[in-house]
């Protein structure tokens, strides 16, 4: 022992100290167990800071991959179109069950960590560092950031389009029965079956970056299983996979929030919604988010987030108390039961002829695919905003608040949709089938103060649309910078542009269908990639040192002493 340093000598002991025990003074803490620094930045880390002004191998494939694809929906969209839908077909029809398979496994996999030993395990490098951000601004930021437009865009849409066709034949249309069974569906499409998928992937992220002091990449998380191959170029391919899916998931998102603006824009002051409008938003947004990503986490998407919050609970509150509040707060309770006693049935549903295929592809399957496909960017978006916080508090403020919060977004809204309509000609619901962006406004149109609360609808898109924007852009400079945390302006502003360009080809190429089918393809590898990531978060806790306590020594190790230093109170 007298080879350690005195600063050493009073904090630590070695376990162990069986026959034949040798010390190794010169191995790091906890060596051969992946980087667990006790404070400061790590060697990776620091390398990807000094590197992080010269964009490596990761930015010029993306960015050539990006371009070239661009320029295929800018020469030959006829070409484009027809590939994105054959290909899209072969998806749904052949292999769309590992989409729910692994949002499955993403759901069990959460609520085991969650809830087990694990649950406790702090993501930071100390077990005594607190949250960056108060609990409200975390949730805010992952309310808005992350799926916020979806409140806006399938908020009355998805559950009053059921309801005018329920799924799978389950109801008849217009009956007390669809209408929760509608309800249900939605419950499915945005609750833990999307936040178990982002959560995995943030969690993975979040431990990887913050506990073991890894960069920010997809790579470095899978060292558990592949080791030194995601040093190479194999891992260079996921970053690669990680940032296409990134930016394809996003301008799905990007076409939603121009459409819904341009609905607004045409109630409220009459500019038709034509795709020159749809176009202009897109271009001027692009130049807002871009903006808005060169503050910085801390200023500007803090800022949207608390700002979209605030509104949000404003409107969701006039439309509970000046809309049915009786019937939404019965078929709340009646059709989150519908979920639960139903989950395992409808979590495992496949469609059983082609219609039901055509179905899956608009709904189920595209739903599940794209958040596979914003997998990383929230993911990395969450580790960002979550360093201090223990695995329970993640699980339970991903998974658990955000789910609570859509079911409630979407009875509300939903549910006033589906009263109006059962009590009338159904005319929300028939519009929402030709025109989905139509059933928000559409049920704005039902209550008092129309034009303001429109107005109050079309400024939380715009924020919701800025703040979802702004944060992609973090995510993806950040993975095209050899994960640093703080990719320089030059790259922020490259990855704000080139979100803007790909979301107005393809919306040029094929309108909202085009965005939605590129979506749900370049998340297919991502299906095998997060049950990976979900089979190394699990090698790399159980190696944690929380848990050596749990660990069985043995033979090898006392007489080696090869086991890990503990910390002691002093």
Known sequence: MDDLTPHKRHRIHWDGHGPGYVAHPDEPEFAGHGLEPESGPTPAVLEADRLRHRPGTVFWISIVLVLAFTAWAALAPESLGGSLTGIMNWVAGSVGWTYLLVSFGCIALMVF???????????????????????????????SAVMGIGLISYGVAEPISHFASPPHGMADTGTHEAAVRALQFSYFDWGPHAWGVFGVFGLAIAYSTHRRGNTGLVSPMLKPIFGKAMDGWAGKVIDIFAVLATLFGT???????ASQIAEGINRVLGIPETTFVKVAIIAGITVIFTLSALSGVNRGIKFLSQSTAVLSVGLALFVLVTGPTNFISNIFFEASGQYVNDFFKVSFMTPASPDEVQWYQWWT???LA?????????????????RGRTIREFVLGVMGVPSLVFFIWFTIFGGTAIKFDM????????????????AFFDTLAHLPLVEVTSVIGIILVILYFVSGADANTFVLSMLTSRGTLEPTRPVLTVWGALTGIVALFLFLVGGLTALQQTAMISALPFTIIVALLGVSLILQLREDRRFDRYRVVRREDLRTGSLRQVDRPE
């Open 113 to 143: 960590l969650g809830f087990s030993r694990f649950g406790e395990t702090r993501l930071s490098a100390s077990d005594g560092e607190r949250p960056e951000f108060s609990t409200f601004s975390w949730l805010a930021m992952i309310l």
């Open 365 to 367: 399957y595209f739903m």
């Open 423 to 438: 009590d009338g000609d159904g005319a929300i619901g028939k519009a929402a089938l030709e025109n989905p962006n139509q």
């Open 251 to 257: 301008t799905t998102s990007l076409g939603l929030g």
């Open 370 to 386: 794209w958040w596979l496909s914003w997998g990383a960017f929230v993911g990395v978006f969450l580790a960002k905003i979550s």
